[in-house]
């Protein structure tokens, strides 16, 4: 079956313009998650989805950035006003529910979109 | 809070032998899972091994192995007989269970590991 996919795979913008990013999850999980992989660091955490809400935001790094999740599927990451600070690999990752199984249910990742802020 | 640290920035092995990656862990989760990824240039995290911390037996998936050290809370990766595929960026992650839901990963920064010819 198809597997996590992102779009695009790749963003140039410049500093100071609005970008939004794209995760389409595998069908049937309703749990998704975002990542940020920047240069010399692992991946931080940025929120986390349970069908189309978000119960852990935590990961955000500032007011600039939000998510949404319509329909419990496709989410969208927005950027505002990027910074060149913002240039890193955004990773999204969908698994099964993980609510009420008391067990871990693996995450599979997409492919990432490199943005890059000029 | 949790914390995953990998001590080797970089690392390199000759094919057909055998490298150890390293990572430390802390965790307040009572259930919890440690995990290995691959990430190899195309960037797709790849799960290589996963092992529930409340089994004391390490986890083996073919040519990859764990050394689960749960009171030190060490958690290393073991590669036998080493391919030139395994050349990549490792990252040791560790994520919590609980019936309300899982919790994010949390990562170390990552190994890149070369395996030379």
């Known amino acids: 079956g198809a597997g996590v996919s992102q779009s695009p795979s790749n963003k140039v913008t410049e500093k100071g313009k609005d970008v939004e990013l794209r995760c389409d999850p595998i069908?049937?999980?309703?749990?998704l998650y975002w990542y940020r992989q920047s240069l010399g660091q692992g991946l931080e955490f940025l929120i986390y989805f349970q069908g189309n809400s978000a119960p852990d935001k935590s990961g955000l790094p500032s007011d600039r950035f939000s998510a949404e999740r319509t329909g419990g599927s496709v989410s969208t990451l927005t950027i505002q006003r990027t910074q060149q600070e913002d240039s890193a690999v955004y990773l999204c990752?969908?698994?099964?529910?993980?609510?009420?199984?008391?067990?871990?249910?693996?995450?599979?990742f997409g492919p990432g979109t490199r943005l890059t802020v000029l | 809070a949790q914390t995953v640290t990998q001590s080797q920035p970089e690392m390199s092995v000759q094919e057909a032998e055998t490298v150890t990656l390293s990572c430390t862990y802390d965790?307040?989760?009572?259930?919890?899972?440690l995990f290995w990824y691959k990430q190899p240039p195309s960037r797709q995290m790849i799960l290589v091994i996963r092992?529930?911390?409340?089994?004391?037996q390490n986890a083996t998936e073919n040519r990859f192995s764990v050394n689960f050290q749960k009171a030190a809370k060490s958690f290393s990766l073991k590669i036998s007989d080493s391919q030139l595929g395994d050349t990549a960026m490792y990252f040791c992650s560790e994520a919590g269970y609980r019936n309300s839901g899982n919790t994010p990963l949390v990562f170390g920064k990552g190994t890149r590991l070369s395996v030379i010819a």
């Open positions: 069908s049937g999980h309703t749990a």
């Open positions: 092992q529930e911390a409340y089994k004391q």
């Open positions: 965790t307040s989760e009572n259930n919890y899972y």
């Open positions: 990752a969908s698994s099964l529910a993980g609510t009420g199984s008391f067990s871990y249910n693996e995450q599979f």
